[in-house]
């Protein structure tokens, strides 16, 4: 343990994300396709949503490093997602189905607990009012 190399200080540790496989490397393609493509000009939404900033440093330092707008890369990728959430198949049907229905289970558990509070609140009300 003694003799273990030891990193400079003002070396900044990272590690490394994997190597992109072959279905990313095909997802990047057909998005950088579609960046170029002219479209028509219609009205923009601002869309706001959470990332995680070590993610959002990568991405806009990638996309300055190739010299593309992070945005237009956002854009078209949502653009390609949006058909396979219309209209999806096989496994990703099936996903997309078990999430659906994890999450009606959970609304649905919220909503018997919020009863429940909400009953014992008003049993407590009647209780004190007997007093």
Known sequence: MENA???????????????????EEEMMLVILNGIGIPSERRPLQCVTFKQ??????????ACQGW???????????????IPVLESPNGAVREHLERHREAE??????????????QGAQQ???WFCSLF
Do not use: H, M, T
Request: net charge positive; aromatic share 6%; glycine share 2%.
């Open 5 to 23: 190399p030891i990193a400079p200080e003002d070396e900044e540790f990272c590690l490394q994300p994997p190597p992109p496989g072959e279905i």
């Open 67 to 81: 010299r593309l707008q992070y945005s237009d890369v956002i854009r078209d990728a949502l653009r390609k997602l």
């Open 123 to 125: 049993n407590l009300k």
């Open 52 to 61: 995680p900033l070590p993610e959002y440093f990568r991405l806009k330092e």
């Open 104 to 117: 009606i289970e959970k609304d649905r558990l919220r909503k018997e607990a919020r009863r429940k509070r």
